[in-house]
Every structure is written in structure tokens, then in C-alpha cells.
């Protein structure tokens, strides 16, 4: 069985890949919850659908998110009631875009949770609807919400804490951010610790190690189990040549006192996992790489072709399990 600890676009596309080079069914996709919102009255799970249209070919490839095909006619409705919305008031905001289509599945989505089913009994649900085979676990079913606090700045945000996604969309993450806090995740049970020790091999997706990966190793067990089984665990840098190909990793890096590069990334993960893989483009920092006593693999790890992804997969995966026949 192949573990992947997963959040946003660049895990689901590794996933995609994964999917076409081994058995849908021998993989399971543990994914970050921590951006979770809610809007409108609406449950949404980001990271989730995301993983899940890309998995089921439904993914809009240009944005990385939302359906394809989609339309906006209850989005652009909205804006009817900005002048008529009382200073304060949650209602309607247009700051997060929800597609016509996407609505459906956080209708359903909302409803089960209001009906009493867990997080990961609906998303169960969500995965047969769209026809797949590989399980799409969140990492819990409790609330967790990633909570930024933004540095002084010249921001209306400026010293507050705000929430992950008014950081990510509404301030389209041009805020400098002076830390970061999981709400809830001193409390809240990881879903899926027994998958973790059973797997052959467990992949740290190539995912913002801080606000992705971050959540699931905050809760309680993950990173002593990912240690106990570290010559078993395999991360993919997201960062390529000092930069993140989507996204605000390499900033957020910096604010937070980590250098942005692959080494940076090899010294975040080191105590968890034994084995890098990163790009062509930061074969000269191998050996710095290496003096954090991790393991390098080094392949092209831009996807930006299903090939390329597919490659991706296969050399990741036999890293691992070549590593293993030779003890």
C-alpha cells in the first residue's frame, strides 16, 4: 500500500500520475484539511475537491481548480446585494469564487455533515460519485483551520490574524506572514495513523510543507510514526531553484526564518523522512542535501505534462522499494 500526505494542486497532480503507474486501489490520499471554510452556510474542503477532480479528469488544468466547463451565474448574482449589505455582515461575499457546478458538491457535502456523517464518511461519498478507486482520506473529522498572522505591513490586515483562505484568495497571499497557528490541532485525532504504519511506502507530496504538509504533522502521533518509519518515507520538494511553482511556499519560507530552496525543505523533513527527490534544475545542492542525512533523487519534477508526472510517480515509488530489496 502507498501512503501520500497531500494538500492543493501540485499533490493532486502527483497523485494523478501515481494512479496510472500502480493500482488505483493500492493508494491512499490523506489530505490536508486545514483550509477548510465555510461560506455561504457551505462546507467546503478545498484540498480535497481539488484532489478529487483531478483524480476524476473533472479539474479546470488551466486555474488548477473547480471544474471544467464551469459557469458563474450564482457568483455574479451576488454582487446584487453588495450595496444593500449591512456594514459587518457575512453575507454574500464574492471574494471566493464557487462555479455553478462546484456548488453541487459542497450542497451535498454540507448536508451529510449537518445529517451527522463524519468528514471522512462524506468524502468516501464524494470519491464514488466521482468513480474512483484510490481512498481520499482527510486528515481528521474534527476542525482544524490554519490561522495566519499577517506582519506589519501596509495592509488593512496588517498585525492581524486571519483565516488561510482570506490569507490565500481574498489577500491573494501579498501579505507578509509572521507566523502561522493550526486552531484546533492540539486536540484533534489524525484519521489515519494506522495506514501510515502498515503502508510500503509513504510519499510526502510535492505541498507546502509549511501550510499543506504542516497541519498533518501538527497533529498528535504523525511525525513519531513518520519517524519510526522514515526509511519508508519519500518527499518531493515543491520548491524548484530557490522558487515555488504555485503559490506563496517560497515566501512564506523566507518570513518564517526557513531558506527557500531544496535544502531548506530537506531540513524541515529530515527527522521524518529519508529520501528527497528534486528537481534537475538543483542538482549543484545535492550534497547539501545529503548533510542533513536525507537520501537524493533527482528527476524532473515539473508536471507539466501527464508523462512527465507519470515518470514522477515511478521513480519516486521505486526509490523507496529498491531500497528496501537491497537490505
Not at 77 to 82: C, H, K, Q
Not at 118 to 126: F, K, P
Not at 149 to 157: H, K, L, P, Q, W
Request: proline residues 4%; contains cysteine.
Amino acid at each position: 500500500m502507498i501512503s501520500v500526505l497531500a494538500g492543493g494542486v501540485g499533490a493532486a497532480r502527483f497523485l494523478s500520475g501515481l494512479t496510472r503507474v500502480v493500482d488505483p486501489q493500492s493508494v491512499t490520499a490523506i489530505v490536508n484539511t486545514a483550509d477548510d471554510t465555510i461560506l455561504h452556510g457551505l462546507n467546503i474542503s478545498p484540498d480535497i475537491d481539488t484532489v478529487t477532480y483531478t483524480l476524476s479528469n473533472a479539474i479546470d488544468t488551466e486555474r488548477g481548480w473547480g471544474l471544467r466547463d464551469e459557469t458563474w451565474r450564482a457568483m455574479k448574482s451576488l454582487a446584487r446585494f453588495e450595496t444593500v449589505r449591512p456594514i459587518g455582515s457575512l453575507a454574500a461575499p464574492t471574494w471566493f469564487n464557487l462555479g455553478d457546478a462546484d456548488l453541487a458538491t459542497h450542497f451535498y457535502r454540507t448536508v451529510r455533515l449537518q445529517e451527522g456523517a463524519t468528514l471522512t464518511q462524506v468524502t468516501d461519498e464524494i470519491r464514488r460519485a466521482f468513480n474512483l478507486q484510490v481512498r481520499i482520506i482527510p486528515m481528521s473529522d474534527e476542525i482544524v483551520s490554519t490561522e495566519v498572522t499577517v506582519a506589519n505591513c501596509d495592509s488593512v490586515v496588517s498585525g492581524k490574524t486571519i483565516s488561510f483562505q482570506e490569507y490565500f484568495v481574498r489577500y491573494q497571499h501579498s501579505v507578509p506572514v509572521q507566523s502561522v497557528h493550526f486552531r484546533g490541532a492540539d486536540t484533534a485525532i489524525f484519521s489515519a495513523l494506522d495506514e501510515l504504519r502498515t503502508s510500503d511506502v509513504i510519499v510526502i507530496a510535492p505541498s507546502n510543507p509549511i501550510v499543506s504538509i504542516g497541519p498533518l504533522r501538527a497533529l498528535a502521533g504523525v511525525d513519531n510514526v513518520l519517524a519510526a518509519r522514515r526509511d519508508s518515507v519519500i518527499a518531493i520538494s515543491p520548491i524548484i531553484a530557490g522558487a515555488a511553482l504555485k503559490g506563496p511556499a517560497d515566501r512564506m519560507l523566507v518570513e518564517l526564518g526557513h531558506e527557500a530552496s531544496v535544502v531548506g525543505v530537506a531540513r524541515l523533513y529530515s527527522p521524518i523522512c529519508a529520501t528527497l527527490v528534486i528537481d534537475n534544475a538543483d542538482q549543484d545542492r545535492v550534497a547539501e542535501i545529503e548533510a542533513t542525512g536525507m537520501r537524493c533523487i533527482v528527476t524532473n519534477t515539473v508536471m507539466s505534462d501527464p508523462t512527465i508526472a507519470n515518470n514522477l510517480a515511478r521513480v519516486t515509488i521505486e526509490s523507496v522499494m529498491s531500497r528496501k530489496e537491497q537490505r
